[in-house]
């Protein structure tokens, strides 16, 4: 199966394109994506699609950096259901493990990984696939995205000393300039930014208030996702292990357990039936991960037991998660 990416990562493309007099829904059908899917929470998109999109707009605006000035809108909100996993850490460095350790849980087939010396901190980017690697809007979203999370971080004002991309140097390059506002190289042996070390063992600005997200941004604030939606994404940050119960979810989202199951009974559902869905979904997107066994599987998602991840994954699926990989090659 394809590469999937939650439509997150887009989050305030539809704003970005009316502003400039076009239909959003035109641009998504070039690129083959249902337009019904952005009223959907945590809904999964294909990753080339993605980028796809970027393409259309870039050439059709005759703008280089346009995955550039949709960062500019975002918010740390953009990781999708990866982002919760940040406001519990206390540093700069506590938060980009997090990010690293849970990025799966909104993007397929990448990885990220920081190297810091006493002198300079450097975090790149990794694609399962080559071929994203090649194509320069995953690469120049990527990066801006990085920078995103890093200015929530650390403060507005933050700056990177040095951006590094793999592709060709564009056509125009003064929008990266103002973006990232530090030396830019292309034709590089890998994707990443650079930056001082030293920033890694600040506070964390999200714990400490001093970095919210503005109101006014137009990406949707993980307070306007149904309560379900809410508990889904703080699930998905425990399911690999014991704490995943009601009552380290109701403490994240400061709500009492019994407010919890009143308002899920309300919707008709219940924590049990949001587990088993956060597992179910996750399964499938760790299977597309040739590089996962099974048994790494079943632990990443809370079973101790491969026996019982496997009638889990029938039932969800409706075939075993072997059958599941041979009927798609990765």
């Known amino acids: 199966m394809p590469l999937q990416i939650n439509r997150s990562f887009i989050h305030g493309l539809d704003q970005l394109l009316l502003e400039k007099g076009v239909q959003p829904a035109t641009f998504y059908r070039q690129a083959k994506i249902n337009p019904s899917h952005f009223n959907q929470d945590d809904k999964l998109i294909p990753f080339y699609s993605e980028l796809r999109l970027f393409e259309i707009a ?11 000035k949709l ?29 690293q350790e849970n990025l799966h849980l909104s993007v397929d087939g990448v990885q990220l990984e920081l ?5 300079m901190a450097l975090w790149t980017i990794h694609w399962a696939e080559p071929a994203i690697a090649n194509i320069n809007y995953a690469q120049d979203h990527a990066m801006a995205v990085l920078c995103v999370v890093m200015r929530a971080l650390c403060g507005e004002n933050w700056k990177p000393r040095a951006v590094y991309f793999e592709h ?12 990232f506002g530090s030396p830019i190289a292309f034709n590089n042996q890998f994707t990443g930014i650079a930056f001082d070390p030293a920033c890694l063992e600040k506070a964390n600005k999200i714990v400490t208030g001093t970095n919210l997200d503005q109101e006014d941004r137009p990406v949707r604030p993980m ?10 994404n703080v699930i998905a940050l425990f399911i690999d292990n014991d704490a995943c119960s009601i009552e380290k979810v109701a403490h994240h989202l400061s709500m009492s357990k019994r407010t919890i199951q009143r308002r899920l009974q309300e919707e008709q559902t219940n924590f049990k039936d949001l587990v088993n869905e956060v597992r179910s979904e996750q399964a499938l997107q760790l299977m597309r991960n040739a590089h996962y066994s099974l048994a790494k599987i079943a632990a990443m998602i809370g079973y101790s037991q491969l026996s019982a991840f496997s009638r889990s994954f029938k039932r969800w699926h409706g075939v075993s998660p072997q059958s599941w990989r041979k009927l798609n090659p990765h």
Do not use: N
Request: net charge positive; proline share 7%.
């Open 223 to 232: 307070t306007d996702l149904t309560l379900p939606a809410q508990i889904k």
């Open 58 to 68: 870039s050439k059709y605006f005759s703008e280089p950096d346009f995955c550039l």
């Open 168 to 179: 060709p140097e564009l056509s125009s390059i003064s929008g990266f300039r103002r973006f």
């Open 71 to 99: 960062a500019e809108r975002q918010s740390l909100a953009v990781l999708g259901p990866a982002h919760q996993a940040i406001r519990p850490q206390a540093t700069v460095l506590e938060s980009i493990c997090a990010i």
């Open 115 to 119: 190297k810091a010396t006493k002198d």
